[in-house]
């Protein structure tokens, strides 16, 4: 990969980099990172002058929040992790599917399943109607009963499969079903929790959480559980939310950077925007003024926070109040 990406760059694959930086996913560990670094140049010792190794998170971090700043990854799974001003590194989550990775699109769409389980069985009544994503189940994994399910969740699960449920639930969300906002609004509520747990390692008055993965994208309808839950947390502090505009390989570039003490210049309108603001006291974060006359599709994206500025706290029309839900 790194000959290719020299190749890319026009630059002679026996020509050494000044540095090097790899944010890999499942390196949290220094001291496992740094021998991964010395195998690297074991193998190559022309790639570069200095290799260092770093997670997928700190990618990430480093892009959006160079200076501190937490990394909330909610994509098919989730992970979470804090830099302080002064360097200090503290994680919350990351645990695979089993252990963890609350508030993801796995957890949301095993939430949707036994949901449906759990009202048929009569062990744990549904909060509202099942009927829509019960139907968006079937259409998912093909099947007529929940007996058909049961070779998806066992003999050939598949997690990403699982996982893509989400997507049809954000869009029955979209269309005003109470169950689907229900299941986003609680994962905002676990998004919430682990900032509450990494902000308690902080002294400061403002972190930008830097917001990665697909389940972001429904913002909209994740906000309720977390403006709630950010309250119910007594998280006293500024919260500036962002989502990156550039590829998280520019805080590998910077990190690399960083390792050989060097500056490099940066742009932070360029590499991320902010989308919503969260303050103590205020449970409707930062507005944007968002115009009567503009088509459906663009208010509904700037209410996602997809368009420049900052939204507002949105009040749902017949749906979810944002109310946390006990796991099961």
Not at 165 to 190: E, I, N, V
Request: hydrophobic fraction near 40%; charge should be negative; aromatic fraction near 8%.
């Amino acid at each position: 990969m790194l000959h290719d990406a020299k190749d890319d760059a026009n630059i002679p694959r026996d020509k050494p980099l000044d540095a090097l930086a790899l944010t890999l996913s499942g390196c949290e560990e220094d001291s496992t990172n740094a021998q991964l670094a010395a195998r690297v140049l074991e193998k190559d010792g022309k790639c570069a002058r200095a290799v260092y190794v770093a997670s997928d998170t700190a990618g990430s971090l480093f892009t959006g929040a160079p200076s501190g700043g937490i990394v909330l990854i909610a994509g098919t799974g989730s992970n979470a992790l804090m830099r302080t001003a002064e360097g200090e590194q503290f994680g919350c989550g990351g645990w695979g599917y089993l252990l963890g990775d609350e508030g993801a699109a796995y957890w949301i769409a095993h939430r949707a399943v036994k949901t449906i389980f759990d009202d048929v069985d009569g062990l744990q009544p549904a909060s509202y109607p099942t009927d829509r994503v019960w139907e968006a189940i079937r259409e998912h994994f093909n099947i007529d009963t929940r007996t058909d399910l049961l070779a998806h969740a066992y003999a050939h699960f598949d997690k990403s499969m699982f996982a893509g449920l989400t997507a049809k639930l954000s869009h029955l969300a979209s269309t005003g079903d109470r169950l689907s906002r229900q299941l986003f609004a609680d994962a905002g509520c676990t998004l919430a929790d682990h900032i509450a747990a990494l902000t308690r390692h902080s002294h400061t008055d403002r972190m930008r959480v830097v917001c990665v993965g697909s389940v972001w994208k429904s913002w909209t309808y994740l906000q309720p559980g977390m403006v709630k839950q950010l309250k119910n947390k007594n998280v006293k502090m500024e919260l500036e939310f962002v989502r990156l505009r550039v590829s998280s390989a520019l805080g590998a570039a910077y990190l690399a950077a960083k390792h050989v003490n060097y500056q490099l210049p940066r742009d932070d309108g360029a590499f991320c925007e902010v989308f919503y603001t969260s303050r103590p006291g205020d449970e409707n974060g930062a507005e944007i003024y968002i115009p009567e006359n503009i088509n459906r599709k663009e208010k509904y994206e700037r209410m996602n926070g997809t368009v420049n500025g900052k939204v507002n706290g949105i009040a749902y029309e017949n749906g979810s109040n944002g109310d946390c839900v006990n796991e099961s």
